[in-house]
């Protein structure tokens, strides 16, 4: 039975966007980490720069020297930009990151769900299966992402959970961003089996001139894309059973 813990610490960071010219850029972030005694590294999409399998495994080798803790994660729009996101997604797994896509993990009595997410706008703004068969190809991609989701979140047994994702499930985390290209940045499709199965956290990227933190309900959404949070990291606390959960502690600079 997987160990459980009544506290856990996870770190959660986005896009960072690892390219050739990064090597060694992440190894002060990691020793951090290490230093803050975290339970679980977060990785919440554009992990590389342009999708290179060459670019994953200079992330992968940082990780595997930096990081002892487990690792969960999910690709962005950025790891599929050269076509090679499996490539991209074994040698992360190889370097021990569990990389969710509509899977579910559990570690120290959390369960995490993912799905890298898609876009297609909020409210009033939802882009819908309406007129010529690439609009309705784009949209039915949103729908398959939030029913990945779905799977992924009914197949916990957790009481507390986190759901991760790199598209945003909410128009709050997006705004800051220009009201046009907000269809571009995630859809409200993706909140719907979050709200219906419950979740302590959410936690996203992608949006890089965002808002850090919105609301599903009651089920707190915090954007931590670096280029948000100004930080090279965020913390996240989670006390006690589900809907205890606090983020209260930040990373540095």
């Known amino acids: 039975m997987p160990t459980q813990k009544p506290f856990v610490r996870v770190v959660a960071v986005g896009d960072i966007h690892y390219g050739r010219g990064s090597a060694g850029s992440l190894a002060p972030i990691f020793a951090a980490v290490a230093e803050l005694q975290a339970d679980v590294l977060v990785l919440c999409g554009d992990l590389t720069d342009y999708g290179l399998a060459d670019e994953a495994r200079g992330l992968a080798k940082e990780l595997i020297s930096g990081v002892k803790i487990p690792i969960v994660g999910v690709l962005g729009n950025h790891d599929f930009q050269s076509g090679t996101q499996d490539d991209v997604h074994q040698i992360l797994a190889e370097a021990g990151v569990a990389i969710l896509d509509g899977d579910s993990f559990e570690v120290h009595g959390v ?58 499930p909410i128009q709050a985390t997006v705004e800051g961003e220009p ?60 006390e006690g059973a589900r809907g205890r959960s606090e983020a209260h502690v930040d990373g540095p600079s």
């Open 179 to 238: 009201e046009g290209i907000h269809v571009l940045l995630g859809s409200d499709r993706l909140a719907t089996p979050i709200a219906e199965y419950g979740a302590d956290l959410v936690l996203h990227g992608h949006a890089h001139a965002g808002s850090f933190q919105g609301c599903i309900g009651k089920i707190p959404v915090y954007n931590v894309a670096v280029h948000v949070t100004g930080r090279d990291f965020w913390i996240f606390d989670l």
């Open 111 to 168: 369960g995490f769900a993912g799905v890298k997410g898609f876009a297609g706008g909020f409210g009033r703004g939802t882009l819908g299966p309406w007129g010529e068969p690439m609009v309705k190809s784009f949209v039915q991609e949103a729908i398959n992402e939030a029913l990945k989701l779905e799977s992924a979140l009914a197949r916990l047994r957790t009481t507390r959970r986190i759901a991760v994702l790199h598209y945003a």
